[in-house]
């Protein structure tokens, strides 16, 4: 099966539910069994509400032939997906190498949760691989990868970095939010896990949260174990949406992708605009290495406004029609927002000088999403900027 087939018929067998196409939501806490015998030989299939139910294995197994997994866990968020994994390869004494660029709620679990259990970290530049390997110490366990960031965008060399990690037997591990699991397949690439937050494009309408954790051989039975250790497992209904972005994920982001590229480079040519970071252009720094190991963009990327002063800025923002000022991305929705992304930074914190803004570009006409901003750019113009 090629990967849009596979989007459409795993995870489902109608035949198993009244003949409905879809597996329904099930709502479990209990599972009864009717024989002692049964009862006492349970597997996870029919333990308890939190390890799983069928809507929940019908969404696991969609990660799996998505990210190329032998095992997919579903949590209550992105980050529930990131803490957990950490939690599940880390123990104390370890070190933690975290590209400087990543999420930045990722940094809160290594320096405000995991530093208390006696594991340390370190951020390196994306960029500059050859420098991370130098901060390698004997007692690093894990490197954490997101790429591109999603803040600026740069892309990590991800071949490179699991062959320095392989050769000394440290694990890897990718947030994938960005490509949505259709564009990059760090498994592939021998990356441990890939994590999601399927909150972005895997439910794709702005209304659920969620996490996935697709995990290779290696890592499984220790990321499921932890998992059931933690519960942080993700409630039916929002499981049931999850699933249902995932039949359309993979046209969604074809789309997100061609507006992304009609927007990025109108937003080359406005004279306001300092810089795009879209790693789909070509002169965008680490583009070489996108184009190697992706098959497309999504919809999120940023540029870089020549003007920093807040009520010039609000005076573009506040009309915007399409454009919705608000956290998270990967809806089917435009989205825009200022962001200070050196403030995060340990080694990349260098104020870039403009201002930083991350755009989502929707599903909408990009005729109209231009039109939007160029209304905006003008606003921003005539307030003499
Ligand atoms: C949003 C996001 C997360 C966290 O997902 P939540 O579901 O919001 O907890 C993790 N990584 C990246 C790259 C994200 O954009």
């Known amino acids: ?5 596979k989007l459409v018929h795993a995870g489902r067998d109608p035949s198993a539910h009244h003949g409905n196409v879809n597996v329904p939501v099930h709502r479990a806490s ?3 069994e009717t024989t002692l015998d049964s009862h006492l030989s349970r597997s996870r299939e029919n333990m308890y509400g939190r390890e799983g139910t069928p809507t929940v294995f019908a969404l696991e197994e969609l990660v799996c032939e998505l990210e190329g997994a032998t095992e997919a866990v579903i949590c209550g968020s992105g980050l529930g997906a990131i803490s957990t994994t950490i939690l599940a390869l880390c123990q104390a004494g370890d070190h933690v190498l975290a590209t400087d660029n990543a999420y930045q709620p990722l940094k809160n679990v290594l320096d405000n949760v995991l530093s208390r259990f006696g594991v340390t970290v370190d951020y390196f530049d994306p960029t500059d691989v050859t420098t991370m390997e130098t901060m390698i110490r004997p007692e690093t366990r894990l490197i954490w990868l997101e790429s591109p960031g999603t803040h600026t965008f740069e892309v990590t060399d991800i071949p490179a970095v699991v062959s320095i990690a392989r050769e000394r037997g440290i694990l890897t591990a990718a947030d994938n939010t ?13 990356v441990d896990v890939s ?10 309408h702005s209304d659920i949260m969620m996490g996935t954790i697709a995990c290779n051989e290696e890592t499984a039975n220790q990321i499921r174990r932890t998992f059931n250790y933690l519960g942080n497992s993700a409630g039916p209904d ?4 999850a699933t ?25 040519e406005q004279e306001l605009v300092l810089e795009v970071r879209h790693p789909a252009l070509p002169d965008f720094p ?4 996108w184009k190697r190991d992706f098959t497309g963009a999504s919809g999120l990327f940023g540029f870089l406004l020549d003007c920093t002063d807040r009520d010039v800025i609000a005076a573009m923002m506040d009309g915007l029609k399409y454009f919705g000022m608000g956290y998270s991305w990967g809806g089917y929705e435009s989205l825009l927002i200022p962001y200070q992304p050196h403030r ?3 080694v990349m914190n260098t104020d870039p000088g403009g201002q930083s803004m991350r755009i989502h570009v929707g599903l909408e006409d990009p005729e109209d999403l231009i039109a939007d901003l160029a209304a905006g750019f003008e606003r921003l113009a005539a307030f003499g900027k």
């Open 1 to 5: 099966m090629k990967e849009e087939t």
């Open 238 to 241: 929002d499981v049931y949406l």
């Open 30 to 32: 209990t599972i009864i």
């Open 195 to 204: 994590i999601q937050a399927a909150t972005k494009y895997i439910g794709g």
């Open 178 to 190: 960005w490509s949505g699991g259709v564009y990059l397949k760090p498994l592939s690439m021998g």
């Open 286 to 289: 680490t583009h070489d290495i």
């Open 344 to 346: 995060n930074r340990t």
């Open 244 to 268: 249902r972005g995932m039949r359309t994920l993979s046209i969604r982001l074809e789309r997100h992708y061609k507006n992304g590229m009609v927007l990025a480079n109108w937003l080359k």
